[in-house]
């Protein structure tokens, strides 16, 4: 019988063996209906009766049980209460009373700190975390109505029960739960700091736990708790104010900034050892910086810190943010909650370093949520100061103390050594020896010793690069803006930045002059050459030039052997078809690509854009990568779903429409595609052309050697048919390009191709998949790329990854005689 199962059980040999037996006896009645419902549910599963009658049979149980319940007065209540947790059960047969046990705790009086400790102690049972919240939630619910005397007398159970909370993953329900725990022994011991609290193990951690052990005082304890209280983003003013109180009460300014620092630099935990932080599988583990359990202390200290120390928390903060904000070479996994704590501590302090540190976490934070959060701080930072969020950003890019020409120098033991920035991607170190040796390399008497200062000039080197990656970035994402400035704005945050000028001394620039006329200068000039200082300042494009300015500027950037930070003069355009004026509202010209999804979602996440992920899972069917362009103004979208049906993983996607959507207050609005401005058009199919033109299996030359039919039409449509208009662009840098290469006599351009003349056959080069066709029979030469890049002995006036290798493959077949790797003779061969 479940009655005398259950009076077995009750016996634990502890202080409350009498109350769980005398809670069973005065809830006989309770049990026995129990017991007859669950004989009746295993009496419908063996197919005693059909499945009408089983639910019939239940219902008909279960009114008695409710109606039994409802008719408890407050000792029988509490009795039911104790019964139904103790016949909980949870292996083969899943019986839980969640709902009745609830309807009850909020209604009965008189808990006893026995009853409630047979709650607590029985709560913890639960097999599953959910479980165990559900019941100690319960429990609080019951303890909370206890006077001062009986929680004394329960505390030594609310210890218990908030160190085996701590210790148990029942998901984000934990911190609720814990708060509520820690305000009842508040009420105890306000001098008390509750085991668990501060996390025994973790690192980051340390400082506080030396402190509560070697010098424990009811203010530290009062100070620990306000931290662990915090449970949003942004603390209220009250929480503030009372924090800079406990903070100076316990003399703990020094504490929280050394676990600040200990957040941002320590250890960090190792999911083998401390449990995890997202699901694995396997033996696969995953390193992480704070346990769930224990994320309102750590951002309840990144605030104090914030709070307290100002400026000088800045670097940390900055550091905090950057290794939990899921960038990859952190090496932990991504916290969420404590990167937008930073970030927003950040936009508390009114601080030059605070700015610059939101604006390199801008640059180099991709995700969603987090970049709001930073355009948020940025807006508010902004708002102080009564200037846009586009112009604070601009006057946050850090110089890191360079000289103009982008260059710093230190004298470090005798020798000079130089940090510059050689050009839009290259920053170099370099040392002279005192004899005026020079080298690229750290002399060994730096090496031992001075390593300290060595450590400092190779950090600021991987800032400059930073800020350099991210600056060109931004400027770029100026084509799409139609952004002007007056003239001395433009030279005090752009031609004269240490950082920023290096790039905007490699671009063509538009001068309006006094008379409102516009005229483009070439990279390198100020605009005053003509005489008379400019009034406003913008970035040329080519969409508002003709088409002979765009011949002419191309003619001379090559001519001058100029390289540009990024595709300027040789930018493509994209103007509105007849077929997508006729389309309305989406245009289809990049659908019906088949692309390799992971190096499609990589792409999307390089260039900042956000995207769902594709998968066998709910909301993985429908992918839609979204971004903003015209400093937000606009937003595009690009559909793509899988392709294939395989597995749950997704290995190819196809592409699908790409529509656009116009800012509308705090809404998107979908907007036809002739009402989008010609610049943000061209700027957002450029970005679509690049995912496909690099993602697609088509530039796979491998494709056509795996066996898979599938796709051949399509490999092949695609790998040699009709130019894009970025393959356009590749075509007339060639034609620039090819009458200085040494093998200008072997190469023609011929309509879609590079045409070479080896001396075994005759090749020609897609320019846009860079896939070899052989003459006379149109036979396919696979060559597959070296994995590891080399320099380019060949001048381009702009980074084309497509550009080199269509070049690198030109060379080696132009002299084919002298190829050496067998796989690619007996192709050439095969049929020559």
Not at 61 to 68: E, H
Not at 294 to 308: E, Q, S
Not at 325 to 348: P, W, Y
Not at 696 to 704: K, Q, R, T, V, Y
Request: proline fraction near 4%; charge should be negative; charged fraction near 25%.
């Amino acid at each position: 019988m479940l009655y005398d199962t259950l009076v077995a059980e009750a016996r634990r040999n502890d202080p409350f063996d009498d109350v769980r037996a005398g809670a069973l006896a005065r809830a006989r009645w309770l049990v026995d209906l129990l017991e007859r419902q669950r004989a009746e549910f295993a009496a419908g599963l063996h197919g005693a009766y059909t499945p009408e009658q089983s639910h019939a049979r239940d219902a008909g149980i279960q009114a008695q049980i409710d109606a039994g319940l409802a008719a408890c007065g407050d000792e029988e209540g509490r009795a039911a209460v104790l019964s139904l947790l103790l016949a909980a059960s949870f292996g083969d047969s899943l019986w839980h009373y969640s709902s009745e046990i609830d309807s009850l705790v909020s209604r009965v009086r008189g808990w006893t700190p026995a009853e409630v400790a047979v709650m607590l102690l029985r709560s913890a049972e639960y097999e599953m975390g959910f479980w165990f919240a559900g019941a100690l939630e319960s429990a609080l619910t019951a303890a909370e109505g206890l006077d001062a005397e009986d929680l004394r007398a329960l505390a030594p159970w609310l210890r218990w029960a908030h160190t085996e909370l701590l210790d148990t993953e029942i998901g984000s329900g934990a911190a609720a739960l814990a708060r509520r725990l820690r305000t009842l022994l508040a009420l105890v011991d306000g001098a008390e700091i509750p085991d668990g609290l501060i996390p025994a193990q973790a690192p980051w951690a340390a400082p506080l736990r030396a402190r509560a052990t070697e010098a424990p005082t009811a203010e530290l304890a009062v100070l620990v708790r306000h931290l662990a209280s915090l449970t949003g983003p942004r603390p209220t003013q009250r929480w503030r104010r009372a924090c800079l109180t406990a903070v100076e009460a316990a003399g703990a300014a020094g504490t929280v900034a050394e676990t600040l620092r200990a957040l941002a630099e320590g250890e960090p935990l190792c999911s083998r050892e401390h449990g995890n932080l997202v699901w694995t599988y396997g033996d696969r583990h995953h390193h992480y910086v704070v346990h769930q359990n224990h994320g309102d202390l750590a951002r309840g200290t990144v605030w104090a810190a914030a709070l307290t120390t100002g400026p000088a928390a800045v670097p940390n903060l900055d550091a905090l943010a950057l290794r939990t904000g899921g960038t990859r070479s952190t090496g932990v996994v991504e916290d969420l909650r404590l990167a937008g704590a930073a970030i927003n501590a950040l936009a508390e302090i009114d601080d030059q370093a605070a700015l610059e540190s939101l604006w390199r976490l801008r640059s180099r934070i991709r995700h969603r949520g987090l970049r709001k959060q930073l355009d948020t701080a940025l807006t508010t930072a902004a708002g102080r100061q009564g200037i846009t969020p586009e112009q604070l950003v601009e006057r946050s890019v850090p110089d890191h103390g360079l000289a103009a020409d982008g260059s710093l120098e230190r004298e470090v033991g005798g020798h000079r050594v130089r940090v510059e920035i050689e050009d839009a991607t290259t920053v170099r170190i370099g040392f002279t020896a005192p004899d005026g040796r020079t080298s690229r390399t750290a002399p060994a008497a730096l090496k031992d010793g001075f390593p300290d200062a060595l450590k400092e000039l190779k950090a600021l080197v991987r800032e400059v690069r930073g800020t350099l990656a991210g600056e060109r970035g931004r400027v770029e994402a100026l084509m799409s803006a139609a952004r002007e400035w007056p003239y001395d704005t433009w030279c005090r945050h752009y031609r004269d930045h240490p950082v920023t000028g290096v790039l905007v001394r490699g671009l063509i620039w538009e001068f309006q002059g006094a008379d409102g006329t516009w005229r483009a200068v070439s990279p390198g000039e100020t605009g005053t050459e003509a005489g008379g200082e400019p009034v406003r300042v913008r970035l040329w494009h080519p969409i508002r030039a003709s088409v002979d300015e765009i011949r002419a500027w191309r003619e001379r950037i090559v001519g001058e052997r100029l390289r540009q930070p990024f595709k300027q003069a040789f930018r493509e355009l994209y103007l509105l078809t007849p077929a997508e004026e006729e389309t309305g509202v989406y245009s289809n010209r990049f659908a019906g690509h088949i692309v390799h999804y992971r190096q499609l979602y990589a792409l999307f996440k390089e260039r900042g854009w956000q995207t769902n992920f594709l998968g066998r899972y709910d909301g993985g069917h429908d992918g839609e990568a979204r971004a903003e362009f015209a400093d937000g103004r606009w937003r595009v979208c690009f559909h793509h779903e899988p392709e294939d049906d395989g597995g749950y993983d997704v290995e190819r996607a196809a592409t699908d429409q790409v529509r656009f959507e116009r800012r509308d207050g705090r809404r998107w609005r979908e907007t036809p595609l002739a009402e989008v401005p010609p610049l943000v058009f061209s700027e957002a199919m450029r970005d679509v052309d690049l995912f496909v033109g690099v993602t697609s299996i088509a530039a796979d030359p491998e494709w056509s050697d795996r066996g898979e039919s599938r796709h051949a039409a399509y490999w092949r449509r695609a790998g040699f048919g009709d130019l894009t208009a970025s393959a356009e662009v590749r075509r007339e840098a060639l034609e620039r390009i090819l009458p200085r290469l040494k093998i200008a006599d072997r190469c023609t351009l011929g309509g879609r191709f590079l045409v070479v003349r080896g001396d075994l056959r005759t090749y020609r080069i897609h320019l846009g998949s860079a896939n070899i066709l052989m003459e006379p029979d149109d036979s396919y030469l696979c060559i597959v790329p070296a994995r590891r890049r080399t320099e380019g002995k060949v001048f381009l006036p702009f980074e084309d990854d497509r550009l080199s290798l269509i070049l690198s493959k030109a060379h080696l077949l132009a002299a084919d005689t002298k190829i050496s790797d067998e796989t690619i003779l007996r192709q050439i061969k095969r049929g020559g």
